[in-house]
């Protein structure tokens, strides 16, 4: 019996898992992944389907703070008395 099976059948009732449907997660988490979806055809293992989709994530959250910049700047252009800017500046807060 290997020790992935011991630990998945040890595992509370609730939380447990079975390897077949982690399989299964990660083979939807691939097809969620612009770079791993390219290579769709061949098999990925599932610690490169993580490590690519932390950095999916990161490059997610620096593309949210850049236009979250860049919307600021532009606000913080325009008229203060345009209503709505405003109403922008209000739901950015």
């Not at 059948?9 to 990660?26: E, F, H, K, W």
């Not at 083979?27 to 612009?34: F, H, R, V």
């Not at 389907?49 to 910049?69: F, G, K, M, P, W």
Request: proline share 1%; glycine share 4%.
């Amino acid at each position: 019996m290997s020790s992935r099976g011991s630990r998945t059948r040890q595992s509370s009732g609730a939380s447990r898992i079975r390897d077949d449907q982690i399989t299964d997660l990660v083979s939807k988490l691939q097809l969620l992944i612009p770079q791993l979806r390219r290579g769709r055809s061949h098999k990925v293992s599932a610690s490169k389907v993580l490590q690519e989709t932390c950095n999916y994530i990161r490059s997610l959250h620096r593309e949210v703070e850049d236009l979250s910049h860049r919307l600021s700047e532009l606000l913080a252009s325009t008229d203060i008395d345009n209503d709505q800017a405003a109403i922008i500046r209000s739901l950015l807060m």
